[in-house]
């Protein structure tokens, strides 16, 4: 080891050769300490960037029912949505009424409850074969499409998608008093 | 070190350009690098030196890795589970992350051993580094510290009942342990404000110091200068000297280069688990800690009743003085541990006892049939465990709606009313309240059943100017309704 010890002169950085070869290694060494800490930065950078790679606050699917229970569907059903909104590490859990309907080609329909008009819940009411809300009097026909009153445009129909033979939908709030539909959270 | 020659200028190299130079000029960083890395090393670089920077690396990266942790975790009793779990079942790259940050604590132990044994060895805290000694010393229990805190802070099965029997440790100290108990714990039972505190210590507290300490020891170590060989006169050294830069810098990044690799493929392919989430009321479990401190857990189990003084509190402190006098009472020059036979026993013997007495831990746990069943079941559940996929928490607001279909079905009726009428449209779900009309939570503290039905029937003129509509309701009805609103809290 003492042999190697090659810096006894009385000035060590001095030669220019030594000089310029501590350099060298200093330009390799840095370079080399840069590419490892590039490297072990990447799981640090997936890790704090993760909420740009994967959904973290989301409304998820919700199961309606199976299709069987509406395949002879002749007015809207009323179902029980129960709503699963993950935030992060948490969710809430929260219900909400929808009623299952048929549009004017048969294909299925989610429409939430909150009217269109100022958020009251507007229920079936089945012997004016309408809904109607109870708040303003706003009615909508048994698919939705707005038939009188206040409301600027029909009842609201929510994302859905078929899995396995049940029928899910994606529960979503939209503003109020506008004739065009569109979703607020 | 060279200040005088680069502040005056230039004689012996032309003056830097460009942003290095400008940057040199304002801050004067090619002289703290030099000074840095052109530290005289008696006799040369050796890879019995590498272990100090290594622990430096480590400790730097816990840092870092820490301080992403905290992106995630929530410390309370509540949370800090559910928290972990999702760093590890569901954040990217959090498993690997929370592996390299538990797993480098075992390392810095095993580092810090080899650090403390090379300098013990080499008599290397001989020659005025009495306080070089003693700030490593230090550094050693902040570390121990480190470890104990952060334990504790994924709050699962193994970490729970660990700490519980730590801090239980404790309380058998005479006079003071039961405060010094109550006072880790935040309370006398383990729980939420325990976390708070371990949290507190593992990341301000504890860190502040160990960053203070740091800096001391490597001043003093500076100022003492390297001690070099055994055959070197810790005062005065004489043998040629090499400096820090390049061969020692390479020898020491070759430790760290180990431990990355180490350390990377370990957190890779065997990831660090979680167990299932505390349960204080298990009152099977067998709590065991982690590796290095099985040898006190063991040394502890010995000592009971009267005697119980001796082993918890005189020994330890006795060893821990001996310890910390070691440069006091060793004021021989001599290095060589062949001539100090009485340092090299005392170390064999405490090296001999501590590793003694974790395998008789394991040994023990192994022949205990009751007990090496019962690990094997914790292990099982802690991997059954860690298979699941990730559970978010269910949020408070959610529970107050669980809560009341349970309770009252008079309350639950009035639930499916309250929204029928589309209260909730206007009060919100849970009646928590929305920008249209004030929520109704706690309510049932302010008005008495008979006056909500009155307000319900016959809203003020305030009410009604906020668009509150009579409510029109069969008795009953509106009976269930009160009872729902009163549920509200």
Known sequence: MVEHAGHSEDTPHKPFSLESRRSFLAVLLGLGSFCVGTLLSVPLIRFALFPLLRRTTEVKESPVGALSDFSSLTEPMMRTLKIEQVDGWRKAVSEKVVYVTKDAEGQLRVLTSICPHLGCTVPWNKEKKQFVCPCHGATFAADGRRVSGPSLRGMDALETSIQDGQLLARFQYFRQLVADKEVIG | MHSTHTSEGDDASPPASGLWGWLNRRTGVDDLLRSALDEPIPGGARFAYVFGSGLLFIFISQVITGIFLALYYVPSADHAHTTVAYITKAVTGGSFLRSLHAYAASAMVVVLFLHLSQTYIYGSYKGRRELLWLSGCVLFGLVLAMAFTGYLLPWDQRAYFATAVGTNAASEIPWIGESLKRLMRGGTEMGTLTISRFFVAHVFFVPACIFALVAAHIFLFRKAGAAGPVSEDPYHPKQKVEL??????????????????????????????????????????????????????????????????????????????????????????????????????????????????????????????????????????????????????????????????????????????????????????????????????????????????????????????????????????????????????
């Open chain 2, 244 to 489: 820090f830069y390049p061969r020692q810098v390479l020898m020491d990044l070759s430790l760290t280069a180990l431990l990355i690799i180490g350390l990377g493929l370990f957190c890779f392919f065997v990831p660090m688990q979680l167990g299932p989430p505390a349960n204080p009321a298990d009152a099977q479990y067998v709590p065991r800690p982690e590796w290095y401190y099985l040898p006190i857990f063991q040394w502890l189990k010995y000592w009971h009743g009267s005697a119980a003084i001796v082993g918890v509190l005189v020994i330890p402190t006795l060893l821990v003085l001996a310890i910390l006098a070691v440069p006091f009472l060793d004021r021989n020059i001599e290095r060589r541990p062949w001539k100090r036979p009485a340092a090299m026993g005392g170390y064999a013997f405490v090296v001999f006892m501590l590793l003694g007495l974790g395998l008789r831990s394991q040994y023990l746990d192994r022949h205990d049939p009751g007990v090496a069943q019962q690990l094997a079941k914790q292990n099982a559940e802690e991997e059954e465990y860690a298979h699941k996929p990730f559970e978010p928490e269910l949020s408070s607001a959610s529970l107050v709606a669980a809560n009341v279909t349970l309770a009252d079905p008079l309350a639950a009726k009035g639930k499916t009313i309250f929204e029928a009428q589309s209260c909730n449209a206007c009060h919100g779900d849970g009646g928590v309240g929305t920008a249209a009309a004030p929520g109704l939570i706690g309510i049932g503290k302010k008005f008495s059943a008979d006056q909500l039905a009155e307000l319900f029937k016959h809203p003020t003129a305030k009410m009604k100017a906020g668009g509150m509509p009579p409510v029109d309701l069969p008795p009953d009805d509106l009976r269930a309704l009160i009872a729902y609103v009163e549920s509200l809290k």
